[in-house]
């Protein structure tokens, strides 16, 4: 993924590997990486105390994707059925994040990220239980900043459910990404959202992160929480 954070007073797009290694992991790949944080907990976990507190990261996204468990009434077996949710009008937005770097004893450096989740709105509730986080257009900045004791808990109302008003859940057809019905067609992909908070344009070319994104696949979260 390409999460926008700050470091030293700039804003910076990089690549970043889905799945937090803390930076004070022996072995990144001797455990599961998480993939997504509960933002209630998010201040209280070793795993995330301190990306939450100085790491805090946006990720673009035009849409994520969720999976309903459903029964066949006929066979009693399980399945799923896919949606994707995305706002009506197709503009992208910015998904709350933190990020992290490990360094080895070979000074080789991975940085990595995950996406915070939070209570359901009413859209997703029929769906799920839980839904990314996606921070309000004009709070970019606010987000990024390194924050602390009462700036972090200025944070906390940016993490709770979205309104949903402009937002739909499109149906889509089982094994597949492709939505439903004979209208059904590829979504192709589209810029990252604009940066609409008056952060500073030098890394990006106007402001905008140069990565072009495809929704988000949020089976994520029935990835490992911590």
Same mark, same amino acid.
């Given at each position: ?56 990261? @946006?990720?673009? !996204? ?32 910015? @998904? ?17 990220? *995950? ?11 029929? *769906? ?21 004791? !009462? ?18 859940? *499109? ?9 439903? &019905?004979?209208?059904?067609? &590829? ?28 929704? *988000?696949?949020?089976?994520? @979260? ?5």
């Amino acid at each position: 993924h390409y999460p926008l954070r700050r470091q030293r007073q700039m804003c910076i797009r990089d690549r970043a590997l889905w799945g937090l290694v803390p930076e004070w992991s022996k072995d990144p790949l001797g455990r599961s990486r998480p993939i997504n944080a509960r933002c209630e907990t998010v201040a209280e976990k070793p795993f995330f105390r301190g990306p939450w507190r100085h790491r805090r990261a @946006l990720l673009p !996204a035009d849409g994520f994707y969720e999976w309903q468990n459903r029964t066949d009434p006929a066979t009693g077996k399980p399945w799923k059925q896919p949606w994707l949710f995305r706002r009506r009008d197709g503009s992208p937005f910015w @998904l709350g994040g933190l990020w992290d770097r490990w360094c080895g004893p070979d000074g080789g450096e991975l940085e990595s990220c *995950v996406v915070l989740t939070t209570a359901p709105n009413d859209l997703l509730r029929r *769906v799920h239980d839980r839904m990314p986080v996606v921070i309000p257009d004009g709070l970019e900045q606010a987000w990024l900043e390194p924050a602390d004791g !009462a700036g972090l808990r200025a944070l906390e109302p940016l993490m709770g459910p979205w309104d949903p008003a402009a937002w739909e859940a *499109v149906k889509l057809e089982p094994g597949s990404l492709l939505p439903a &019905g004979p209208a059904g067609g &590829g979504l192709a992909p589209i810029a990252a959202p604009p940066l609409s908070a008056g952060l500073p344009a030098a890394p990006f070319q106007q402001g905008k992160p140069q990565a072009s994104v495809r929704a *988000v696949q949020l089976n994520l @979260l029935d990835g490992p929480a911590i």
